[in-house]
């Protein structure tokens, strides 16, 4: 159980255009989902944390008009880099926190290597 | 504010041999979670154990233990007998307690080289 899920596992896109990485929790119902970013060889940051119904909350430096964030469902949320550029290159990851579950238990997707020409 | 150090960037040993990865935090809270995740090269964070503040007790599964020290602000994580498939990327992590802020603080992380 407890199985999140991204799509897609890699994706190439061009400058200027916009991409849309999906989070789905496939077993649970997720209240909170959080978007994480990793580069190359770099930790995890935090970029926003997302509740079901709800505008998400940024971290600070994270622009939000860029990184459009939605959670319309208990178990879907999405991420849109709008107009995206090379340094926009990264691996994106998500995590859920199950409704059910205790308030420290994220279960994290795979991952989306995003890649901007 | 909290913050995770990881000081060890990368680490190599050869097969067989013990390797500990240090992790110190910081933190006001007086109550926390830590935990340590296993990131391997396809990406996907494996989960290894979870610790609460208030219990410092250490812990042993398999090759893996882990030292919790509070006085120190230490969480160091021990494989012992290493293996090739320990190489990967190590991270140490810090949550607060209850409902608010489960976000996780993550150190820099460790990556780990075993060579046979």
């Known amino acids: 159980g407890a199985v999140v899920s991204q799509h897609p596992s890699r994706v190439i896109c061009k400058s200027g255009t916009s991409v849309k990485i999906e989070c789905r929790s496939l077993?649970?119902?997720?209240?909170?989902m959080f978007w994480y970013r990793q580069f190359p060889k770099k930790s995890l940051m935090l970029m926003a944390t997302?509740?079901?119904?709800?505008?998400?909350?940024?971290e600070q430096g994270v622009e939000k008009d860029k990184f459009l964030i939605n959670h319309a469902s208990l178990t879907l949320s999405t991420l849109t880099v709008t107009s995206a550029h090379p340094e926009d290159s990264s691996f994106y990851i998500c995590?859920?926190?199950?409704?059910?579950?205790?308030?420290?238990?994220?279960?994290f997707g795979p991952g989306t290597r995003l890649t901007v020409t | 504010a909290q913050k995770v150090t990881q000081a060890q960037t990368e680490i190599s040993v050869v097969e067989k041999e013990d390797v500990t990865l240090d992790c110190v935090y910081e933190?006001?809270?007086?109550?926390?979670?830590l935990f340590w995740y296993k990131q391997p090269p396809s990406g996907e964070l494996v989960f290894l154990i979870r610790?609460?503040?208030?219990?410092?007790q250490n812990e042993i599964s398999g090759r893996y233990s882990w030292n919790f020290q509070k006085s120190t602000s230490s969480f160091n994580f021990t494989i012992t007998a290493s293996q090739v498939v320990d190489s990967a990327v190590y991270f140490c992590?810090?949550?607060?307690?209850?409902?608010?802020?489960?976000?996780?603080?993550f150190g820099g992380g460790t990556r780990l080289m075993v060579k046979p």
């Open positions: 992590a810090l949550s607060r307690m209850g409902n608010a802020g489960n976000m996780l603080t």
């Open positions: 610790r609460n503040s208030f219990d410092e």
């Open positions: 077993d649970f119902q997720a209240t909170t």
């Open positions: 933190t006001r809270d007086t109550t926390y979670y």
């Open positions: 997302s509740n079901e119904g709800s505008k998400a909350t940024y």
């Open positions: 995590s859920a926190r199950a409704i059910s579950g205790a308030p420290y238990e994220q279960y």
